[in-house]
């Protein structure tokens, strides 16, 4: 289990562990390399592909503990991680089911919704004169990652985004309020949602939010579409925060029950129709 963009561990993340070690599982949260207690320079960079890689070394990692039955192994991811959750599942065959909440289908399509033409042709040209000083020897940029001054130029402008963020910041003593210019730079590029008819016959279960701007409630929806069976869907009332704050009991418990059902000693063979949706508004 890893947090969304920028998030670390701690917080909200040890809530959502807390339920599935409730449900009778044991559950592992970590913190992306260059964030948090990891290791890593420059600090706060954010690379999808590397973030993948980090769930594949988790995966490496608690199949080793003699507490650990290694081939049932499940993979939870929230936001920017929940896209990496789908891409792990896809790619990583030790991974027997997945939970992908409110996760990031598509950065190129979200931000083409999210940000104006004449912004998103003034990041480009941003995006590269960090890109070619970087090249010359330069140390990359950063911004600040949310503010409660809405003129202020953020990675996450928008109240709910501070919100949120601030009050993680304040119990999570590792996180930084900035990252660098490379990582939203990465995030136009990344796609994880091209993954998602190549999870199956993995089971999965998307938790998505109806009002969700961030990460596209519309985009959510398609991929869920194209994913193959066994799946199942949970759509809550809300903004994109709302899984963490108001549904959280409700999100917590869906992903505790769906470990709890496909990582159990003898899988299923067969699915029903039931598989399809789990709730909705």
Known sequence: MAH??????????????????????????????????????????????????DYRAAISYVRTRPEVEGERIGVWGS????????VTAAIDRRVRCVVAQVP??????????RVSVGDLAAQREWFTRDR????????????????????????????????????????????RNEVSVRSLELARTYEPGAYIERIAPTPLLMIIADADTTTPTGLQQNAYQRAYHPKRLLLVPGGHYSVYTEHFEETSKAAAE??????????????????????TP
């Open 104 to 113: 990031t289908i598509s950065g190129w399509q979200a931000a083409q919704q």
């Open 258 to 279: 769906w470990f709890g059902r496909h990582l159990e000693k003898a899988p299923k063979k067969h699915w029903s129709d039931e598989d399809t949706v789990l709730g």
């Open 79 to 86: 936001s920017y991680s929940g896209g990496h959750a789908l």
């Open 4 to 53: 969304g963009w920028g998030m670390v561990s701690g917080g909200d993340l040890e809530d959502y562990a807390g339920a599935i070690v409730g449900a009778g599982l044991a559950a592992l949260t970590f913190d992306f390399r260059h964030l948090g207690a990891s290791e890593g320079e420059p600090r706060q960079d954010i690379d999808p592909y590397r973030q993948i890689e």
């Open 132 to 175: 070619e000083a970087r090249f010359a020897g330069a140390k990359g940029q950063t911004i600040t990652m949310i503010s409660a001054d809405p003129s202020e130029k953020v990675a996450y402008p928008g109240e709910e985004s501070y919100d949120y963020m601030s009050a993680q910041g304040k119990i999570c003593p590792n996180w």
